[in-house]
């Protein structure tokens, strides 16, 4: 019997089709600002999430927010909104398109698009301020699986 329900289990695994990424020009915006569709089809990880968050060199949300649960991290920024709570206040899919590029959702935000390559007003390589030779030399500041991380944190701040 154990032997039957573990081929069941690896024939069950042996259909799942396999999602591409989803490339930043290629994102599929709902009228609201939202993604409603994952980026990678693979689930984020809270922990990675909050690295980016937290981490200069990737996401570096806590420039900008403040997150009372996580009162190790110093120098919180105070002038986007606090995100304690942020997955009482909107959904998932709305998470991932204020990620993504929040300008979808509020049009006067200052919140860079973190996985957006154009357009810009000012387009810049990474954070050098050095204008690209070739438009295709801009990369989003995030991957698809860390967007997907960073929504599975803050999925977790709840009031």
């Avoid at 809270?46 to 981490?55: A, F, L, N």
């Avoid at 304690?84 to 049009?107: C, M, N, Y």
């Avoid at 996985?115 to 301020?129: D, L, M, N, S």
């Avoid at 438009?135 to 929504?151: K, M, N, T, Y």
Wanted: glycine share 8%.
């Amino acid at each position: 019997m154990q032997h039957i329900l573990v081929l069941t289990v690896v024939v069950a695994g042996l259909g799942a089709p396999v999602m591409a990424e989803i490339a930043p020009a290629d994102v599929p915006w709902a009228e609201d600002g939202s993604i409603s569709e994952s980026l990678t089809g693979t689930p984020g990880k809270p922990e990675e999430g909050k690295v980016v968050m937290t981490t200069n060199a990737l996401g570096n949300c806590v420039a900008c927010h403040a997150i009372e649960a996580l009162p190790d991290v110093p120098f919180q920024g105070n002038i986007g909104p606090q995100l304690d709570g942020a997955a009482d206040r909107w959904s998932e899919a709305q998470l991932r398109g204020i990620v993504v590029d929040a300008k979808h959702t509020f049009p006067d935000s200052f919140m860079p698009g973190m996985y957006k390559v154009g357009p810009f007003i000012r387009p810049g390589v990474a954070y050098t301020a050095k204008p690209p030779e070739k438009p295709e030399d801009i990369q989003p500041i995030l991957s698809a699986q860390q967007v997907e991380d960073v929504v599975a944190y803050l999925m977790t701040l709840k009031e």
